[in-house]
């Protein structure tokens, strides 16, 4: 069984990395943006600026599904603080 000082100063460790992946999140958002306005405008061009359109899109994809990622591992580990903040007032 743990302490209260520990289930504290892990909910305080948590919260912090919470911290970080909410700083990821945000990159990664700015990074989908640029990826999607990039491909958009080179698969509106032709020639070989559409291969790279597809490139940009594909990587848009990937980003934007990082970012779903990210957001669900947030969500949760908000959740798993509040838990871990109920367990000490029980």
């Not at 948590?14 to 698969?43: D, E, H």
């Not at 934007?64 to 959740?79: A, E």
Request: hydrophobic letters at 55%.
């Amino acid at each position: 069984m743990l302490t209260r000082d520990q289930i504290l100063d892990e909910a305080q460790r948590q919260k912090n990395a919470l911290a970080t992946m909410g700083r990821w999140r945000n990159w990664l958002f700015i990074l989908t943006t640029l990826l999607l306005v990039l491909a958009v405008s080179l698969l509106r061009g032709g020639g070989a600026g559409f291969v790279w359109g597809i490139l940009a899109a594909v990587l848009t994809g990937i980003s934007f599904l990082l970012l779903l990622l990210v957001n669900l591992s947030i969500r949760n580990g908000h959740r798993n603080v509040e838990r871990m903040l109920d367990s000490l007032q029980s």
